[in-house]
């Protein structure tokens, strides 16, 4: 069930939100939908198609809504006149018409990040209703309070709702206002995918394969922004190393046992491609593209050992001079540690100890380990391994910290 869920519920609000033409109605509709399943779905099996069987008993309960409140003519003959004018535009458009999303799930970002929410609210609504994420794993991708998301949400569905936000599609000079919060919410949706935040499964591919969607989408529409090629340069090579990060029962593969011949070389090609687009457009790199050179250097390594370390070092020092962050520095830390040694690395990532931001995350204690581990520190590692295990959600990534710390006994 919540598998399905996850993966249905951003197209079953989207069609509800065009639908209703209220962002909050839409996701209350379809959270009823849910209850329904859960009462049926036991005593009778899952439907052969649940996202469709979701959807309908959704939009049926938006019609008795609507009876109740004797409003049915009316907001069916709205509905009507809306198809009829739909079906107009569709066949007087031309067969390719660029400044037209015709995707629901992506208009319905668009207007989770209306101009009237501040930015942190807009990427909390969008990655809670469309990208599927909990309040919990939003929290940890922000490093702050769960209680704080769930306020942020709450607000923005509040506001959107006083302002009369209807599922529409900004205007073109429009989308580029748009667009950071936008690239952001896709950004955490991929990241979700690449490494899930909580559950048992190590990766969540679905979240990444659709985030990969809508950026393509996004970067056809702006074909002159270069931070949306930026953004999918880094997902096709991040992705094209999907095939190799676990085995046949989910169990994680970490980069340095990978097989690399299983790494996705189309997917490498087409990231390479989009980077180039990026870079053409003469602007310098932005904190995406920048990611994806680092990403493209791992691709391109024949292994761990013979990857160039002292170039993705250069690409952190320019990302933590654009983009400063605990998560950016305790990456760099890492790289550097490759590059000059574990008591290098060591070194910058004590200097992280006193960010709170980082005080409840499993990342610090978990670098730290593994450069203690490497100094021969095996007891002052497998202390840090076993911190970060206690701090991990992740059910497969706390039984790799757990077997790291065995290991140093």
Known sequence: ????????APRIVATLTRMTGDFGLAEDLAQDALADALVQWPE??????????????????????????????????????????????????????PDRIDDD?????????????????????????????????????????TATVQQRVVRAKKLLGESGVGFEVPARDELPARLGAV??????????????????DWMRPELSREALRLARIVAALLPSEPEVHGLVALMELTAARFPARVDRDGEPILLADQDRSRWDRSAILRGRAALARADALGRGRGAYALQAAIA??????PSVDETDWAAIVAVYNALAALSPSPVVELNRAVAVSMAEGPAAGLALVDGLAGDKRLAL??????????????????????????LAASRAENA?????????????R
């Open 1 to 8: 069930m919540a598998v399905v869920w996850r993966i249905e």
């Open 44 to 97: 009778q099996g899952v439907p052969q198609n649940p996202g469709a069987w979701l959807t309908t008993v959704a939009k049926r309960r938006a019609i008795d809504g609507w009876r109740r409140r004797e409003r049915y003519d009316e907001r069916m003959a709205a509905i009507a006149h809306d198809l009829e004018a739909e079906q107009a535009a569709d066949a007087e458009a031309l067969p390719y018409d």
């Open 105 to 145: 799930v992506l208009r319905l970002v668009f207007v989770a990040c209306h101009p009237v929410l501040s930015r942190e609210a807009r990427v909390a609504l969008t990655l809670r209703v469309v990208g599927g994420l909990s309040s919990e794993e939003i929290a940890r991708a922000f490093l702050v309070p």
């Open 183 to 200: 690239l952001g919410v896709l950004y955490l949706v991929f990241n979700e995918g690449y490494a899930a935040s909580a559950g048992d």
């Open 296 to 301: 493209l250097e791992h691709d391109l390594a």
């Open 361 to 386: 995350s499993h990342l610090l204690p978990s670098v730290r380990g593994e450069l203690l581990a490497r100094l021969g520190r095996d007891e002052e590692a497998r202390a840090e391994f076993e």
């Open 396 to 408: 497969r990534e706390r039984a790799v910290l757990l077997a790291k710390a065995a290991a140093r």
